[in-house]
């Protein structure tokens, strides 16, 4: 922001070149001539070159800093900054110690892998500073030295004039000191749907502590636009010091939350590391007993610190991630960090930006009263389709006298449209599209009534006036404007029974009218009309007749189409979805009650007021947040996230890009937003649609469940492992697996099968339920003990098997019995975590073709490995016979067995 002034400058220019003022922070509650003073400048003379030079030396170039530039060498070590991942690396490092080298291969390549993927994939989401400098205005007109210059917009300082016209964009902040007619789009930084009448009159702030952005009518901000009329400035703030340079500091000083998934593999690594440090020193310490050689414990060890670690996960679950990016970019929704894919299914607020997100960012004419009568207004947008129907009706037939009630809206109009584009102001294509419907061909009917004169709009009269000669050589007056402004100028009105005057009953029925579509959220217009004999001699307010009111038209910019049924969806998935916009209050409460968004309507001023208590106690009961700042969308989110909400911010605007980043997932428009918005988000909408986050939203939670189904099966993989090695042991038995064995156990089951699991179809009801809870982790209290109790099968089952078959048919074969049946354990394993949550032998479970397949392959592979010579030199195996391969499948299917009695026994005692 900018600098607080410290001394009035005073002096004359010349005297004062030597010095440059600080840029002014308060210059909307100064008369013109105030803020010319204390900048020390002349605005018909504009700055001397001596001037321009000594304050550009001390404020510096018009242009947003440089971000600290992080060694793009330390972003790709930040990717190993996890506990898994330098579980994994250490693992590598002891594998490739103990001469390990496959293993310390494979895990070293997988990592590496995923690290780049990261890398690449985060690297394009840190270009937000790039794309606001490239936003800025390249040039400007200015004065100085007492002529017109264009100057580079970089070399702008305190103190310049600049001048400007419809069209433009404003190369930093100013206050205006000329200001005909003049309107601007704010859009992209204040949120406000509709270009804001600026004036160089300054009203009362001094009872206002805090005046939105968005009401600073004496104003101009860096890169708005004018829409119409003409202006000058005075530069009051450059570069940094500007409003968009506020916003582009909190960019480069804000930070991104972790999102869930990283905190939960943050989580189950330090579990992990536990784990794995019990199950060595448990074995370390019944091998010492039983007497065996500290080098031979230290090897087997060693290996088991291996074993327990799932290398295969990273890959695993950049694969799940990678994929689901690619379905939700066939679904409109463009992914930049991996890890928010995941993010979007754990959130349970979607902050939403008004206009252009929840609405279409087109004015729409809805309603039109006219002759005592109310139509309907069908069709959206800037596109001619739609009719006026009679209110409340399915009437489509519009009655011939609307074509008189059009005739204002489209002669006194300086917009064009074609083809669904405007040129103009967003509020007069409205009404030019509203004549079309009615009949009226805007430009057809300018060629044929060519204007004779004007009254440009005006801010303080409020209405616009043309004169329009007709073919007989009369003079035919349109006028359009706030309707209260031309009750007071009109004599008649048009009623159903005609032209009658305009008494008090009359006034108060438009007076009600007028009240009664503001009160929806309206922008409301009226349109009058005269005839008049010749043509006035010169074109005045004098120069008005008395003025007929023939017709009043109820403007707004609709919701998407697709936007109400949205919303119903996070209801139903228990999303909570609260507005957030620069608009008016009445404004966003009409569209909220459209959308069916529930909660109070809180505006940025009231949001001053509050403490940061109060409004985290108030929060969760507030749909609807209007009038806020960029500033003020920051606080929301944050205070959101600090109530343990996981939330996801949209947006498009420039005002939209430091939120965007404070939000756990930030979503941008990509067809409306701004380049700064698109690189401050996570993800981006390709086609604007809200309805696209829900469907967002779906995929996140079905890659989610998928992560929790291959980490649960990988995992209960490595515990049956590690117990079955462990409890062999404590039984006085050698190892009933290989080191060959126990790696091959690792690279069929930690690869195939979960990468089967990581494109497993999402569930249907997987919208009808609640958000998780955020503090929820992936290995809670009821997954860590399916865990234990599937690897406790397994180990019970191979370790029986084996004892058995060692006293009945030797060692090798039992070495190979045992080997068999804990690899064929896992297909049963894998369909029991596949349930997870669900029904264990739902029809569900038969449509991941991949999986079925992978498990086929798994059982083939392993019959080759025993059967076939060559492998059995490799692996250490013998030929089984069929009953000793049916009972090697008897025992691995007791994994499936046992989570049925679990889940049947949890259903007797109600405990889903």
């Known amino acids: 922001m900018t600098e607080p002034i410290t001394k009035p400058i005073t002096e004359p220019a010349a005297e004062t070149a030597d010095r440059a003022p600080a ?53 790709f070590l930040d990717q190993f900054r996890n506990w898994l991942i330098l579980i994994l690396l250490i693992a590598a490092v002891v594998a490739g110690a103990i001469g390990d080298i496959s293993d310390a291969v494979v895990i070293t390549v997988v990592l590496l892998i995923n690290a780049t993927l990261g890398y690449w994939q985060e690297r394009r989401a840190e270009r937000s500073l790039e794309a606001l400098r490239r936003m800025l205005v390249p040039t400007a007109r200015v004065r100085r030295d007492g002529t017109e210059q264009v100057v580079e917009a970089r070399l702008l300082v305190p103190g310049d ?11 930093a902040d100013g206050r205006l000191t000329v200001a005909e007619t003049v309107e601007v789009a704010e859009a992209a930084l204040t949120g406000e749907s509709q270009p804001v009448a600026k004036s160089v009159t300054t009203f009362d702030h001094t009872s206002i502590t805090s005046v939105p952005l968005a009401e600073r009518t004496t104003m101009l901000f860096m890169n708005t636009a004018l829409t119409r009329g003409r202006a000058e400035m005075i530069v009051t703030a450059t570069g940094m010091r500007t409003e968009l340079g506020a916003i582009a500091e909190a960019l480069r000083t804000g930070t991104e ?23 060595v020193v448990a074995y370390a310490l019944s091998a010492l007993v039983r007497g065996e050689s500290l080098s031979d414990v230290a090897l087997q060890a060693v290996a088991l610190a291996v074993a327990a670690i799932p290398e295969g996960l990273p890959a695993v679950l950049a694969l799940t991630l990678a994929l689901g990016v690619h379905r939700m970019a066939r679904r409109g929704a463009i992914v930049k960090r991996l890890a928010s894919v995941e993010s979007l299914g754990a959130a349970t607020v979607v902050c939403s930006d008004k206009t252009g997100t929840l609405t279409l960012n087109e004015m729409t004419a809805r309603i039109l009263w006219t002759a005592g009568r109310l139509y309907d207004v069908t069709g959206e947008g800037y596109g001619t389709a739609g009719a006026i129907r009679i209110h409340g009706t399915e009437d489509a037939s519009a009655p011939d006298d609307l074509h008189d009630a059009v005739l204002p809206f489209a002669l006194c109009n300086d917009a064009h449209v074609s083809g669904g584009v405007f040129i103009g102001d967003p509020t007069e294509a409205a009404l030019v599209v509203l004549a079309a419907k009615a009949g009226v061909d805007a430009d057809w009917l300018r060629s044929e009534l060519p204007r004779a004169g004007e009254l440009p709009f005006d801010g303080a009269t409020k209405y616009m006036a043309t004169f329009h000669t007709e073919p007989d050589g009369r003079t035919r007056v349109h006028v359009k404007g706030a309707v209260d402004v031309l009750l007071d100028m009109c004599t008649d009105v048009l009623t159903e029974d005609g032209v009658r005057a305009l008494d008090e009953r009359h006034r108060d029925e438009l007076l009600a009218v007028t009240g009664q579509l503001g009160g929806s959220g309206l922008r409301v217009l009226g349109a009058a009309t005269a005839l008049m004999d010749g043509t006035p001699s010169a074109f005045t307010p004098a120069a008005l007749p008395g003025l007929t009111l023939v017709s009043v038209a109820g403007i707004a910019d609709p919701p998407r189409p697709q936007a109400r049924e949205a919303m119903a969806l996070c209801r139903t998935a228990g999303v909570a979805v609260k507005m957030i916009t620069g608009d008016h ?43 806020v700042a960029p500033e003020h969308k920051v606080v929301i989110v944050r205070t959101l996230t600090n109530r343990g909400h996981i939330v996801a911010m949209t947006g498009d605007g420039v005002n939209d890009a430091a939120a965007l980043r404070a939000a756990h997932i930030g979503v941008a428009m990509g067809i409306t937003g701004t380049d ?20 967002a939203v779906h995929e996140g939670r079905a890659i989610y469940a998928n992560i929790v189904k291959f980490v649960r099966f990988q995992l209960s993989t490595n515990i049956g492992a590690i117990l079955t090695l462990l409890s062999a042991s404590l039984a006085g038995l050698p190892s009933p697996l290989t080191a060959a064995q126990l790696l091959w156990v690792n690279i069929i089951m930690d690869g195939p099968p979960a990468m089967a699991l990581a494109v497993d179809p999402a569930r249907d009801d997987v919208m009808r339920h609640p958000p998780r809870d955020p503090g929820e982790r992936i290995l809670n209290a009821r997954r860590l003990l399916a865990i234990g109790w599937a690897g406790a099968v397994m180990a019970l089952g191979t370790v029986t098997l084996f004892a058995i078959a060692r006293s009945h048919v030797g060692p090798d074969t039992a070495v190979t019995m045992a080997f068999t ?21 739902g029809r569900h479970q038969f449509r991941n073709r991949a999986l079925w397949l992978c498990l086929a392959g798994v059982l083939v592979v392993q019959v080759a490995v025993v059967q076939l010579p060559w492998a059995q030199a490799v692996f250490g195996t013998v030929p089984l016979t069929a009953t000793q391969w049916a009972l090697c499948l008897g025992t691995a299917s007791t994994v499936l067995l046992a989570e049925l009695a679990v889940r049947t026994a949890r259903s007797a005692l109600g405990d889903r």
């Open 161 to 171: 004039v600049v001048l400007l016209e419809a069209g433009d964009r404003v190369p």
């Open 585 to 627: 209050a009445d404004t966003a409460a009409a569209i909220a009650r459209e959308l069916y968004i529930d909660g109070d309507v809180v505006t940025g001023a009231e949001l001053d007021r509050m403490t940061e208590q109060q409004l985290a106690e108030r929060i969760d009961d507030i749909g609807v947040f209007a009038r």
């Open 676 to 695: 700064v918005a698109k690189e401050a988000a996570d993800v981006v909408l390709t086609d604007d649609d809200f309805s696209t986050i829900v469907q």
């Open 821 to 841: 049946t804990f690899v064929l354990f896992q297909p049963f394993n894998a369909l029991s975590a596949r349930a997870d949550g669900g029904t264990l032998l």
């Open 23 to 75: 840029a002014e922070p308060d210059a909307y509650r100064q008369a013109p001539d105030q803020v010319a003073e204390r900048l020390g400048v002349d605005p018909g003379a504009g700055l001397s070159t001596r001037q321009v030079s000594e304050r550009a030396a001390v404020h510096g170039a018009n242009q947003l800093s440089e971000p600290a530039r992080r060694p793009q060498w330390l972003k």
């Open 257 to 279: 939350p972790p999102t869930p998934l990283q905190v939960q593999l943050d989580s189950l690594g330090r579990r992990l590391a536990l784990l794995s440090g019990v199950a």
